[in-house]
């Protein structure tokens, strides 16, 4: 089995030296032993294992939910209906952020249409004003 040194695992996961010792940090990614000199040794499947990590990050995913995936994902017992069920809970969440958005697009649009976009805005701004407003 081959060994991987620190630069050498980034380049091939494709992110930077800080990341892996932000996962680290954060319980994603296991130490790794280190050689006489001082080096640390990450296995092979460290690779795969960022892989999964960045991939999830870009699906939403938070760290703590990968963690979690990740816990699944090592447990060759683990029945997919759980992963899958976690997986459409973490869509109910999107879809409450995504209806989050679109009040906000709203009211965004409304400031814009309140306001002529002229003058200063020791004249007056709509769109600033507004936002003094106490709710």
Known sequence: ???LKTGELAKRAGVNVETLRFYERKGLLPEPPR???GYREYPEESVTRIRFIKRAQELGFSLDEIQELLALRVNAETPCAGV?????KKILDVQRKIADLKIIERALKKLT???PGQGSV???????ENLDIEF
């Open 1 to 3: 089995m081959e060994h």
């Open 35 to 37: 050689r006489a000199s």
């Open 84 to 88: 899958k069920d976690f997986t459409e």
């Open 113 to 115: 249409a309140a306001c």
């Open 122 to 128: 020791s004249d007056g701004c709509p769109i600033l």
